[in-house]
């Protein structure tokens, strides 16, 4: 697999949400469960959230491509130990609309699968109509070409500049039935009329194994376009229906076994579910897309691997200039802080604003943890860097407090550490600390990044409690 290309922001026109809520009712495809699917409107820089009514505490999953876990018939988000599936119709119902904002409320595991399509997301829409919000929609534009495949399906996706957003996909399968396909979108605007009713489809010589692997326990012929194209016993026919709960059906040849609602209905789905994956992205795309035997596992691939460029454009350092005197010099964090060497990790602070601060450490060939990490190649660990972080966070906390010395910071919980690149002797690091919520009950939540010569090299969240000593 490869990817080359560049990605680029740009603020075009208002984000938009629903104006008023609707809900569904339905069979989950998977479960089988009936199921109870409620749109609500949201507001601006929100995004697409889902929240699980069914289970205590209401838990909420972002709709953004690193938090798909499983591609296998359906799209599938999770966060911690909570899931929902089935997501990739409705979303892109949402995309087509150019709805930024929403909050979807499932009592379940799965979105209904109503009747394989967008239709009747596209319907409910249209009726709650849209409603613009007093804030810019960011659009991500495409400058140069992208590319991503998998060799061992064949599958490849390549994005190319263009003005608007548009899409042509390509899906070819070894069937008498279902052979090579091509379904275009020029215009979202065309989503609607052109692709919503599309319906997923399933060979019948599938389902066996699908329903081995516990799935498709709510699939029949009203929810999915049924290919039949590998002759078998009526016998066997027969007893798959049944366990379908589905009339039997004659097996004497191979057909579709659905009428269909466009000759090229099955790459007309794949479309579907191409927006519908890619806006996990988070913003819309300016560009086109041209997708060759597409499925979930690609197009989530691909939106992941937009998802971190973006993220690596949208975290800019801070400014640090050396000779500017620092807001707090080491003798000061000293005062405010425990460590003392080897384990004080900030040398200076150089700004401190009501939710943020920055701090520096200048990392030199002198510490102590090179001399086994690692000898003859010298690289910081990673888990000094997230004390550093938690230390200039700490910072943050205790300069606000009165006879701050009496009082200390702990972790209570790290999430979401990641590392992009090394740090080595001769490096400043540069530490971003941001509350993005107030501080409660002596619990502070705290957002941490770090950076190399403006290139961002780790980043965390923590949850410290503020604790009075004894």
């Known amino acids: 697999m490869w990817l080359n290309g560049d990605l680029f922001i740009q603020n075009m026109s208002k984000q938009k949400t629903i104006k008023q809520s609707f809900s569904f009712e339905g069979k989950g495809l998977h479960t089988g469960l009936n199921i109870k699917l409620t749109f609500r409107p949201a507001p601006v820089n929100h995004g697409v959230r889902i929240v699980r009514t069914d289970l205590p505490d209401q838990p909420v999953i972002e709709a953004l491509a690193e938090n798909v876990t499983h591609t296998v018939r359906g799209t599938v988000l999770q966060k911690g130990d909570v899931q929902v599936s089935t997501v990739e119709h409705a979303f892109a119902a949402l995309y087509a609309f150019g709805i930024d904002n929403c909050l979807l409320e499932v009592n379940a595991p799965e979105f209904p699968i109503l009747d394989g399509s967008a239709k009747f997301f596209v319907q409910k829409i249209q009726e709650a109509g849209t409603e613009e919000l007093d804030a810019e929609k960011d659009y991500f534009i495409v400058r140069k070409k992208i590319e991503y495949s998998l060799p061992e399906s064949g599958a490849k996706i390549t994005i190319l500049p263009d003005d608007v957003f548009t899409l042509d996909v390509h899906i070819g399968f070894k069937s008498p039935v279902l052979g090579n396909q091509f379904a275009s979108l020029d215009s979202l605007d065309d989503f609607a009329t052109e692709v919503s009713s599309a319906r997923t489809f399933v060979f019948v010589r599938e389902i066996e194994p699908l329903l081995s692997m516990n799935l498709i326990k709510g699939g029949d ?102 000779s500017a005197e620092p807001v707090l010099d080491v003798n000061a964090i000293r005062k405010l802080l425990p460590h003392r060497w080897p384990f004080l990790l900030v040398d200076k602070i150089i700004e401190i604003k009501d939710k943020s601060i920055v701090g520096v450490k200048n990392v030199t060939a002198n510490e102590t943890f090179f001399q086994g990490h690692f000898p003859q190649e010298p690289v910081m660990p990673g888990v000094l860097i997230v004390e550093a972080m938690a230390q200039t966070g700490g910072l943050l906390i205790l300069n606000d407090l009165e006879d701050a010395d009496k009082y200390s910071t702990y972790f209570l919980k790290i999430d979401n550490v990641k590392f992009r690149n090394k740090v080595v002797p001769g490096d400043t690091l540069i530490f971003r600390l941001e509350l993005p919520e107030p501080v409660r009950r002596s619990c502070a939540i705290m957002k941490g990044t770090a950076f190399v010569g403006g290139k961002l090299v780790a980043e965390a969240e923590f949850m410290a409690q503020i604790v009075k000593n004894k």
């Open 221 to 322: 012929l009203k929810n999915a376009i049924v290919i039949y194209d590998e002759l078998m016993s009526q016998e066997v026919m027969d007893k798959m229906a049944d366990k379908l709960n589905q009339e039997h059906i004659d097996a004497s040849q191979p057909r579709y076994l659905t009428k269909l609602n466009y000759e090229n209905e099955p790459a007309r789905h794949k479309l579907l579910d191409v927006i519908g994956d890619l806006s996990l992205i988070g913003k819309p795309i300016r560009g086109k897309v041209i997708a060759r035997y597409p499925g979930h596992k690609i197009n989530t691939d691909v939106a992941k691997i937009i998802r971190k460029e973006i993220k690596k454009q949208e975290v800019a350092a801070p400014v640090y200039d050396d």
